[in-house]
């Protein structure tokens, strides 16, 4: 594990330069104009819309060579490119998050407004704060730094089309679970916790987490995302559960 923001002390962010990324496609990304209109006035700030081909991690890391903040407007899936793309750049900026997804967890766990204006307000009076980048191995490597899911909540998120986000808001998740939870997937794993012994068990779900939320849900209000230790859990399988 290492820093995402491994800066020796918190930064004052009032006198910083900004790159805003925002993704249209996001959650509540129709709220996106009133939030033009906020950032128009602000000498500091330059404003790019993504488009469906442009690689966010790439220009987050870019960006972050050259800017003192890299904020992203849009959900945890935008906040999770933009994270990888600081990391994998060492880039310097702070990453800052302006809301607009469906269940805005990282935004629920670093305390951020979820209204977008009122979030807004923290890149000229906020502070940064340091928040741990978990690595991945196996096929698919990177950074995580909310929360990484398998089996069950791997088939709802799948199931979650933009249409359904756009509807159901927060609730997209458990309206997407209903047709997932009539055929439940099963999985066997074997799982080994830090130098113990190696356990195996069936299981419907597994979650391992660096937040108090997921899915726009509640979740461990005492897990502390700089604290150097994330929580793991698993739901057994229970055959007809």
């Not at 128009?40 to 488009?51: N, P, Q, T, Y």
């Not at 998740?173 to 068990?201: E, M, W």
Request: charged letters at 25%; hydrophobic letters at 40%; one cysteine or more.
């Amino acid at each position: 594990m290492r820093p995402l923001n491994d800066s020796p002390a918190p930064k004052d962010l009032g006198a910083a330069t900004i790159c805003v990324f925002f993704n249209p496609r996001a959650g509540t990304a129709n709220r996106i104009e009133d939030l033009r209109d906020a950032l128009a006035a602000d000498s500091r700030v330059v404003l790019h819309e993504l488009g469906s081909d442009d690689d966010l991690g790439r220009l987050a890391g870019e960006a972050g060579a050259t800017q003192d903040v890299v904020a992203v407007a849009g959900g945890d899936g935008t906040v999770h490119a933009a994270a990888n793309g600081r990391v994998a750049a060492r880039a310097r900026a702070t990453l800052a998050v302006l809301p607009l997804g469906t269940g805005n967890d990282f935004c629920r766990t670093m305390a951020v407004p979820l209204d977008s204006i009122e979030a807004l307000a923290l890149l000229r009076t906020g502070r940064s704060r340091a928040v741990d980048a978990v690595k991945l191995g196996g096929d698919r490597t990177g950074f995580m730094v909310n929360a990484a899911t398998g089996g069950f909540s791997g088939r709802v998120a799948a199931d979650v089309t933009p249409d359904l986000k756009a509807f159901w808001g927060p609730l997209a998740y458990l309206r997407g679970a209903v047709g997932t939870v009539t055929d439940p997937p099963r999985y066997r794993l074997t799982v080994r916790f830090d130098d113990g012994a190696p356990k195996s068990f069936d299981a419907l779900n597994v979650v391992v987490a660096n937040a108090r939320t997921a899915g726009g849900g509640p979740g461990r209000a005492d897990r502390e995302p700089g604290g150097r230790s994330p929580g793991c859990g698993h739901r057994p399988d229970r055959g007809s559960t």
